[in-house]
Structure formats: structure tokens, C-alpha cells
């Protein structure tokens, strides 16, 4: 598994040669496709080979092209992760409607209770509300505890008058570090043989990426705390790699020390055991 993610923001041509991805401009650059993770291309002067893409597609490495706004746009999705898709796929329609809600709800008691530990670490006053919002999740979240968690929490971060999806600089980094984590787990969906549509709580039917949008929640935390800790901020290229680097995190996760990267796929495999196995549910969560 690559572990290097790339930001690509100057006027280059990207290449394959060799099991190797050439980056061109003034200087030639090479690496090799085993180290790499995530490639973002982060402006529109870059021309590059489809051969490339083809080969980061084989390689299940995760391309991410951003807007005129350097705001993530769209990504490269295989359409192939596993020998045995079809199988996952029919399996993954016909998981258990209890099983789902039972599994829905111990995500969301993690997303809530990360709430709480990174309110606890900074000292912000009035976060053990939180910690009731977490025993009072139902099975599916019945109750949206989820939402009235969530407003509770974003207060608590950045103010009585911040609104979620307004267009300040709080909202644009949240969503730019957002992103990165949502192809993430779209690569390793994926990877796994699962299609990113088909969600458990998620079912929009424009939001190619339902089932990413449902397993990223507890993890969503991680972005908020580089947030919170460079509030209004405006989004330039360091505060990018700053966003990125969440994923070379390391946090604790089923008893050992793991890097973001690393911990996802230990997460989103505990999670399809869970969903499979309908006797036996049992999720594992980072320690921050």
C-alpha cells in the first residue's frame, strides 16, 4: 500500500513509464506507483497521459482533480476493486435493514463521542452535552441525535453564529479536508469490492458516494481540529498540505498505533464484517 500523497500545483506534464509516474517541467521527477496514496492535481495548467490514469486506476491509486477554485471537483473512480465485485456487490444490496440501522447507530455513537474527546482536548467549556447525545443514539438514529450533536458541537468550535455550508473560510477548509478524507474512503470501498452509491443511511440519489459519506463520519473530526486550530483562516497551499496531512496522523486504533491511512482500511473492514455477519457486530474506533 502507497503511503506518499502528491499535490501537484504547478504547470507540469504527468507521465508513465516503467511502473513509474514522471512529473515534467523545468526538471524531471520520477516516482515510483508503489509509494503513492492520493494524487491531488491542484491547478489547470497540467496535461496528463491516459496511460497514467489508466495504470493509477490498476494500481488503486486515488486521483482527485480541483476546480478554478482549488476546491475538489471530481476524482478517478476503478470500476473493478476486487476478483470477486459482483459477489460483493449483490451481497451489499441485500444486507439486513436491522443490521444496517444497528450498525448506523454505532457509527454515529463514534462520530458524537470523537465530538466529545476533541472538544475535551482543547478544554472548550459545556462538552459533556455531547456525551449525553451519545447514549441517547437509537438504533438508526431514530432520533437524529446526530444533528442536534452536531450544531451543539459546531457552536461549541467556532461560535454561536457559525452556519454550516456558508462560504467563510471555516466552511471552505472543512470542506476541502472533507474531501480528501471522502476519496479516501472511496478508494477503499472500492479497493474491497463494494460500490461508494449505495449507502446505509446515506441514499441520496444524485451522491455517487453514499456509502463513503456514511463510513468518513467519525473520522470528519480530525479535519475539525486543523480547522479549529487555524479558525478564519483563508484556504492557501500550506493550510492544504496542512488539511492533507491528516491522513499521515497516527492514532490508536483495535490496540495498535496507526497512521490515518492506515487505520481507514482497518476501520472500513470492521464495518463490512459487521454488516455481513449479522451475529456480531463489532466496530473499531481510533483513539485520538
Known amino acids: 500500500m502507497g503511503w506518499r500523497t502528491i499535490l501537484i500545483t504547478q504547470n ?9 509516474m514522471l512529473i515534467r517541467n523545468e526538471n524531471l521527477q520520477m516516482v515510483h506507483l508503489s509509494e503513492i496514496s492520493l494524487i491531488i492535481v491542484d491547478t489547470g495548467q497540467v496535461s496528463i497521459t491516459s496511460y497514467l ?6 494500481n488503486k491509486i486515488k486521483l482527485i482533480f480541483v476546480d478554478e477554485l482549488h476546491n475538489p471537483v471530481c476524482e478517478t473512480v476503478p470500476y473493478y476493486g476486487s476478483f ?5 456487490i449483490l451481497s451489499q444490496i441485500e444486507w439486513d435493514k436491522e443490521v444496517k440501522e444497528k450498525v448506523w447507530q ?15 482536548m482543547f478544554e472548550i467549556s459545556s462538552s459533556d452535552k455531547l456525551l449525553e447525545y451519545v447514549k441517547d443514539v437509537q438504533i438508526g438514529d431514530s ?14 468550535l467556532f461560535g454561536k453564529k457559525f452556519i454550516r455550508h456558508e462560504s467563510d473560510n471555516t466552511n471552505i477548509a472543512l470542506d476541502y479536508g472533507y ?22 443511511n446515506h441514499k441520496n440519489e444524485f451522491n455517487y458516494f453514499n456509502f463513503a459519506c456514511d463510513l468518513m463520519e467519525p473520522y470528519r473530526v480530525l479535519v475539525d481540529e ?34 490515518v491511512n492506515n487505520a481507514i482500511p482497518i476501520y472500513i473492514k470492521s464495518v463490512l464484517d459487521s454488516l455481513e455477519n449479522k451475529d456480531k457486530i463489532e466496530i473499531f474506533n481510533y483513539e485520538l
Open 12 to 20: 507540469c506534464k504527468l507521465s508513465y513509464q516503467n511502473e513509474y
Open 53 to 58: 490514469i489508466s495504470e493509477l486506476a490498476k
Open 84 to 88: 470477486n465485485t459482483s459477489k460483493k
Open 106 to 120: 454505532k457509527i454515529i455513537q463514534y462520530k458524537i463521542f470523537n465530538q466529545y474527546k476533541m472538544s475535551e
Open 143 to 156: 432520533t437524529n441525535r446526530e444533528g442536534h450533536a452536531s450544531k451543539v458541537y459546531f457552536n461549541l
Open 179 to 200: 474531501s480528501i478524507l471522502l476519496s479516501t474512503f472511496n478508494k477503499e470501498i472500492v479497493s474491497k469490492g463494494y460500490i461508494t452509491q449505495l449507502g446505509i
Open 226 to 259: 486543523v480547522v479549529y486550530r487555524n479558525v478564519d483562516r483563508a484556504l492557501d497551499r500550506d493550510y492544504k498540505i496542512e488539511l492533507i496531512d491528516v491522513l499521515n496522523r497516527k492514532v490508536s486504533i483495535d490496540g495498535k498505533s496507526q497512521y
